[in-house]
């Protein structure tokens, strides 16, 4: 029998659609977009941003770093070109700062590499028709560390490589799945290390653009 093969729905191109930002999310379109957007005062000419949200008609604020800016408990969402209703939905709902995690399986305090541990707070939703814009069988969205960022504040580099040797021993009680499927909705914690006591939370899998959130 053939395996099956999985894909991430990816924020980015691929093979069949392509990813716009927009105030919600995200919008998966047969074509690539080209839009400029004013953003406190500096035009951006940033390609796959689109100037308002196509649900809601509200002004979308997109960073310099072609993050959508969102609050803590705000979700960003990914919208299928010609549909109403979002495909995907991530939220981060809080942000714990720690100096240290304990060991799994040891009991011991562990500190960050990098100089501060995140405790992420996080919800994601796939919906089941995700399956049938991608060629593969099985469609996901990736929620491990690895695909998450951080920065020191607005517009300022994203940071990544937070899914450090520390960042996985540490014992997170209620840890995130490292992946939503087509039809689920999960909920959970990630633990990311980070070099920032205090800035954004960005989640982006493809590095091309994604939502952020201050913490």
Request: include cysteine; proline fraction near 4%.
């Amino acid at each position: 029998m053939k395996p099956k093969n999985k894909v991430i729905a990816s924020i980015a191109a691929t093979a069949v659609v392509a990813a716009a930002v927009v105030g919600g999310g995200m919008v998966l379109e047969r074509n690539n977009v080209q839009a400029e957007q004013t953003n406190d005062d500096q035009q951006l000419n940033l390609k796959n941003v689109a100037p308002v949200d196509p649900q809601t008609g509200a002004r979308v604020l997109v960073d310099l770093e072609s993050q959508v800016v969102k609050n803590l408990g705000e979700a960003g969402k990914l919208t299928v070109e010609g549909e109403t209703e979002p495909s995907f939905e991530i939220t981060v709902k809080n942000v714990q700062v720690l100096d240290s995690c304990t060991l799994r399986g040891d009991g011991k305090k562990i500190k960050p590499e990098n100089g501060y541990f995140l405790l992420v707070d996080a919800e994601a939703w796939l919906a089941a028709s995700a399956e049938k814009y991608v060629d593969e069988e099985i469609a996901l969205m990736p929620l491990d560390a690895s695909v998450f960022g951080v920065s020191s504040g607005k517009n300022k580099p994203v940071k990544r490589s937070l899914d450090t040797i520390a960042a996985f021993s540490c014992d997170v009680s209620g840890a995130m799945d490292i992946a939503v499927g087509a039809g689920d909705r999960i909920s959970g914690k990630i633990m990311l290390d980070s070099p920032y006591s205090s800035g954004q939370v960005v989640y982006d899998p493809e590095g091309t653009g994604g939502w952020t959130w201050d913490y």
